[in-house]
Each structure stands twice: as C-alpha cells, then as structure tokens.
C-alpha cells in the first residue's frame, strides 16, 4: 500500500475517533423502570448524568417506606433500560461512520 495512502487513512481514522467522542458526549438518553418512577439520564459514554426517583416510589402502599428490594429493583432495571439505549445510540453512530469512510481497496 503506498504510504501516502496509509498516513490518509490513519489521519482519517484519527478524525473519526474524535468525532466519535464528540458523538457519545451528546448522545443523551433516559433509561426508566417501574412506568417512570425511576429514571437514569446517561450520555454515550455510559456516564449516569442524572437519577431521578419519584418520591411515590418510596412509599409503600400502607405510606410506609416502600420495599428497599423493590426500590433497588427498579434503579438496576432503569440503569440497565439506559445501558441498552446507550449501546444502541453507539451501535447506531458507528453505523454511521464507518458507512462514509471511503476506504481503498486493500487487494
């Protein structure tokens, strides 16, 4: 492969990866469990942004405090809820990109 070639390429790959990293900051999604009474806001990079409970899911039906299981339930669920669409949000960028990559033919 002519070297000019190979530093386009690897320039091009560079340009990708910080358009990548730029990508998952935005990406911003919403993982929820128990029909919104646990929300996880997470951006690309999986980091969690924001967790909100609904202060209805603290309580039981008697008023007392609400089942600690049940609760701790409901945040894995949303976490994991927004790990999916955080995985999907990826999947679907590098899709993306690697769709425009012009890429010579290497035989």
């Keep these: ?21 730029v990508k998952l900051n935005q990406t ?5 469990a128990g029909g919104g009474a646990v929300e996880v806001t997470m951006n690309g990079q999986k980091q969690v942004l924001k967790l ?6 603290t309580l039981s039906l008697s008023g007392d405090t609400a089942d600690v299981e049940m609760l701790e339930d409901l ?5 994991n809820d927004a790990g999916r669409q955080a995985d999907q949000a990826i999947q679907s960028n590098v899709s993306g990109m690697l769709g425009g990559l012009k890429l010579p033919e290497l035989l």
């Design 52 to 57: 909100h409970i609904d202060p209805s899911a």
């Design 28 to 32: 911003v999604v919403i993982g929820s």
């Design 1 to 21: 492969m002519n070297p000019l070639k190979m530093q386009e390429m690897m320039a091009q790959a560079k340009q990708m990866q910080e358009q990548m990293q």
């Design 75 to 79: 945040i894995m669920a949303a976490f």
